[in-house]
T-cell receptor, first 110, second 112 residues
Framework: RKEVEQDPGPFNVPEGATVAFNCTYS??????FFWYRQDCRKEPKLLMS???SGNEDGRFTAQLNRASQYISLLIRDSKLSDSATYLC???????????FGKGTKLSVIP | NAGVTQTPKFQVLKTGQSMTLQCAQD?????MSWYRQDPGMGLRLIHY???????DQGEVPNGYNVSRSTTEDFPLRLLSAAPSQTSVYFC???????????FGPGTRLTVT
């Protein structure tokens, strides 16, 4: 089983739609969880950290289910500027190292 | 505060040539790392360092060397370039365990 698995996509959605990305991780000792965003031919940038209680940042909501080893990202009211690849990222206990999923590409269509 | 910088942005090498990809950060971060990103493969860790003088191998270290003589700099050396090393290389840093990593803009390397 791969360490971090994501929906491969691509997701093509109209502006204003709600879209959800899912991610599963294999290491039950994983401690920290993130969603990164990567624009075409650019470096990954942190979108948001994911906390056990779930967290929201504007139109973005992240959820963590430790029992199921599952992370989700919900984007509401999609904008054209949300078009990017979304990377699910986890770290192990006491570790600096990030393990990346392969990413899910989102295209928001006018 | 420039964050993480990488040079060069683009490079073309012939098989067998050597070169060094430069990475520097001005955030006083302990942890620095190198990744390569290939289509369909995601980001894979090459080498990392948890502080000056300390380096370790990641998932795909073969064909690459690193050193960390200062907190700021973490160069990646390709000893004898091969076409399989054609990729986009990202350097990243973070200030502690479990914290977000900040990425440089990347170096696009082609080996012919």
């Amino acid at each position: 089983r791969k360490e971090v698995e994501q929906d491969p996509g691509p997701f093509n959605v109209p502006e204003g739609a709600t879209v959800a990305f899912n991610c599963t991780y294999s290491n039950s000792a994983s401690q920290s969880f993130f969603w990164y965003r990567q624009d075409c031919r650019k470096e990954p940038k942190l979108l948001m950290s994911v906390y056990s209680s779930g967290n929201e940042d504007g139109r973005f909501t992240a959820q963590l289910n430790r029992a199921s080893q599952y992370i989700s990202l919900l984007i509401r009211d999609s904008k054209l500027s949300d078009s990017a690849t979304y990377l699910c990222v986890v770290t192990g206990a006491g570790s600096y190292q990030l393990t990346f999923g392969k990413g899910t590409k989102l295209s928001v269509i006018p | 505060n420039a964050g993480v910088t990488q040079t060069p942005k683009f490079q073309v090498l012939k098989t067998g040539q050597s070169m060094t990809l430069q990475c520097a950060q001005d955030m006083n971060h302990e942890y620095m790392s190198w990744y390569r990103q290939d289509p369909g493969m995601g980001l894979r860790l090459i080498h990392y360092s948890v502080g000056a003088g300390i380096t370790d191998q990641g998932e795909v270290p073969n064909g690459y060397n690193v050193s960390r003589s200062t907190t700021e700099d973490f160069p990646l050396r390709l000893l004898s370039a091969a076409p399989s090393q054609t990729s986009v290389y990202f350097c990243a840093s973070s200030y502690g365990q479990g914290n977000e990593q900040y990425f440089g803009p990347g170096t696009r390397l082609t080996v012919t």
